[in-house]
């Protein structure tokens, strides 16, 4: 057993956001993707002794609500106990096809929940406040409406092109 690393299943349900983003939220997964998706759930979360207890239909209730339970605690600072960030609403399996909603974030908190930086870390990066990044992450913010200047900084902290936080 890999160990209990969240981060891991974290990270592979979120490389399905950007697809499901296209797609009014949703991403479906064929057969091959959740046969994928399976057995980093076993490896990481089922010890190898307790495998023979779990039928196929048990496995795939368990990882289907550990799919729909999924979070982060996202932390300001070290003394903010921090939101909780939702990445998924529902998931609903078909027999072939298992189907996940995914929450809308916006451009820029899911580029930081990507490179797994705290808003503080964005923010000193920038030389602006955290409040400053917490109102560019807000969904009401167009940042096209924004000072140039900040939103080149908030790219460059972010690691990508002003366009991607534009979408």
């Known amino acids: 057993m890999a160990g209990f690393d969240k981060d891991a299943f974290w990270l592979k349900i979120l490389s399905f956001y950007n697809e499901a983003k296209c797609n009014n939220y949703i991403v479906k997964l064929d057969e091959e993707q959740i046969q994928e998706l399976k057995a980093l759930y076993i490896d990481l979360y089922i010890p190898m002794e307790n495998l023979s207890h779990y039928d196929d239909e048990k496995i795939m209730k368990k990882m289907m609500t550990a799919v729909s ?13 921090g939101e909780i960030v939702q990445l998924v609403n529902t998931v609903n399996y078909d027999g072939k096809n298992m189907y996940i909603r995914f929450a809308q974030i916006s451009p820029v908190k899911m580029r930081r929940l990507e490179l797994g930086k705290s808003r503080q870390q964005i923010a000193e990066r920038m030389g602006y406040s955290i409040s400053a990044v917490r109102n560019c ?22 690691e990508c092109e002003p366009e991607v936080l534009m979408q």
């Open 137 to 158: 992450e807000a969904s009401f913010c167009d940042l096209t409406r924004q000072p140039e200047k900040l939103v080149r900084k908030l790219a460059r902290a972010l």
């Open 69 to 81: 339970s999924i979070y982060r605690v996202d932390k300001d600072t070290m003394g903010n106990s």
